[in-house]
C-alpha cells in the first residue's frame, strides 16, 4: 500500500517511469516504499511520464525519487510529530568540503540561527552503515550541529554530538524540537 493521497493524476505509481528532458532519471519504475513513519497526504501528480512530489516547504513539484520520498516523508515527521517549525528547516543547503560542492539533504536551525541538527536522507534500499555515519560526520564538521541524524525511511540513527570533545552518543530517539 502506498502511504499518500494521489491528486490530478489518474495512474498507478508502480506503471511510472520517470525521466526528464535534461537527463535520463533510471529507468526502473520508482514504486513508493511503505516507510517506517507515519502516511501524510502528499500531492502526487504525474506530467509528461514524471511523477513528482509537492514540497510544501519549497512550494514547488520535485521529481518523486526514492530519496525525495524519504526527505518528504522525514520533514512531515518534524513538523507535524516532533513539532519542528516549518521556518527554521532547510533543504537541500550547500557546503563546501575539500573543496568539493556538496549538499546536505537537509539541516535544522534554533531561533538563533544556529545550526541544530544535520539529517541525511537515504533510499530506502541504501543501508545506513558506518560510511554513511562518516559522510554525515564530514558534512557536519562544517556545519557544526548539535545532532546528525541518518535515515533510509526504514531505519533511522540519530547521533547526538559533542562538538567540544569531538565525540557523538547514539540515542534510540530524536526529541522534540522544544527538547534540544
Keep these: 500500500m502506498i502511504n499518500c493521497c494521489i491528486v490530478n493524476c489518474k495512474l498507478t505509481i508502480a ?8 537527463r535520463k532519471l533510471p529507468t526502473e519504475m ?4 511503505p516507510l517506517n513513519l507515519p502516511p501524510y497526504p502528499f500531492k502526487i501528480t504525474k ?13 514547488k513539484h520535485l521529481v ?10 522525514f520533514i512531515q515527521s518534524l513538523i507535524l510529530e516532533k513539532k519542528f517549525p516549518r521556518t527554521l528547516i532547510q533543504i537541500e543547503g ?14 535544522v536551525y534554533n ?14 534500499k541504501v543501508k545506513i552503515t558506518p ?3 562518516d559522510q554525515a560526520s564530514r558534512y557536519n564538521s562544517i556545519h557544526q550541529a548539535k545532532w546528525i541524524v541518518l535515515t533510509n525511511g526504514l531505519q533511522h540513527v540519530y547521533a547526538k554530538m559533542d562538538l567540544e570533545k569531538g565525540r557523538f552518543n547514539f540515542v534510540e530517539e530524536m526529541p522534540d524540537y522544544l527538547k534540544l
Design 15 to 22: 506503471n511510472c517511469q520517470l525521466k526528464t528532458a535534461n
Design 30 to 33: 520508482f514504486t513508493p516504499t
Design 47 to 59: 506530467k509528461d511520464d514524471v511523477v513528482f512530489i509537492f514540497d510544501e516547504l519549497r512550494k
Design 64 to 73: 518523486l525519487t526514492p530519496e525525495e520520498w524519504v526527505r518528504q516523508h
Design 94 to 107: 550547500g557546503l563546501i568540503l575539500n573543496q568539493l560542492q556538496k549538499r546536505s539533504d537537509i539541516l
Design 111 to 124: 531561533t538563533a540561527g544556529e545550526k541544530l541538527m544535520l539529517i541525511e536522507c537515504k533510499a530506502p
Design 131 to 133: 560510511s554513511v555515519f
